[in-house]
């Protein structure tokens, strides 16, 4: 009988719930996979548009995962800082197999010391933080440096999640997934990028977030 796979996403208050359902849907049907939401506690966690996900297991009771997968949101800002959470990604990443994340969840590997010397995908938005924590950004949708997979914002969780599937159950269990659930993606806009979605449209988003930039800029270390 084959092993179970222990995949574990971080799970925090203000998460992009995107960033963790997308993938974790995708990752729920690779063979002998097991999908573990993990919290400091098991209480009810609002994600970044109000409604909450309930953690599957605590940092204290998690077992030993595959995968540990850290996925973005506006709650970043507070966990590149939070000892107790950084603690445990160092812990779980000394032996997953994979180390891995979405969006700007980059920034919380980076800053439990993850990143040092590897390269990695973010959202555009706060790509050019990555260095303060000794990473390489890289623009795509997945980065893969070593066991290190990373996905670019919110939606590229989903070409993370079939990658990782490839690289879990091989290439054929991935295509089957990505039929099954129909991924064919045809977005009625093409500015999904702030290559094509233009100067205007660019300086618009980044004034709407001009305030939680500074907060997050608050918080970063010295570039290392």
């Not at 995962?65 to 996925?71: E, I, K």
């Not at 933080?129 to 070593?146: F, I, N, Q, S, T």
């Not at 089957?176 to 990028?193: K, M, V, W």
Request: net charge negative; charged share 20%.
């Amino acid at each position: 009988m084959s092993e179970t796979i222990h995949i574990g996403f971080l799970l925090f208050p203000k998460v992009t719930q995107l960033d963790l359902t997308g993938p974790a849907q995708i990752l729920s049907r690779v063979p002998q996979a097991k999908i573990h939401l993990v919290w400091k506690d098991l209480q009810p966690v609002a994600t970044d548009v109000g409604f909450t996900i309930n953690p599957t297991t605590t940092f204290a009771d998690c077992p030993q995962l595959d995968v540990l997968c850290v996925p973005g949101g506006f709650g970043v800002t507070d966990q590149v800082v939070d000892d107790e959470t950084l603690t445990f990604l160092r812990s779980q990443g000394e032996n997953a197999r994979y180390v891995t994340s979405v969006c700007n969840g980059s920034l919380i590997l980076g800053a439990a010391g993850l990143l040092k010397g590897y390269q990695s995908a973010c959202h555009w938005l706060w790509r050019k933080y990555l260095p303060y924590y000794g990473a390489e950004p890289v623009v795509a949708r997945v980065v893969r440096d070593r066991n290190r997979i990373s996905g670019g914002g919110v939606t590229a969780g989903i070409d993370f999640g079939l990658v990782l599937a490839a690289e879990l159950a091989g290439e054929e269990t991935a295509k089957t997934l990505q039929l099954a659930f129909e991924y064919d993606p045809q977005p009625p806009f093409d500015c999904g990028s702030p290559e094509r979605a233009g100067p205007d449209l660019v300086a618009r988003l980044l004034a709407v977030q001009e305030e939680r930039i500074r907060g997050f800029e608050a918080r970063l270390p010295s570039k290392t």
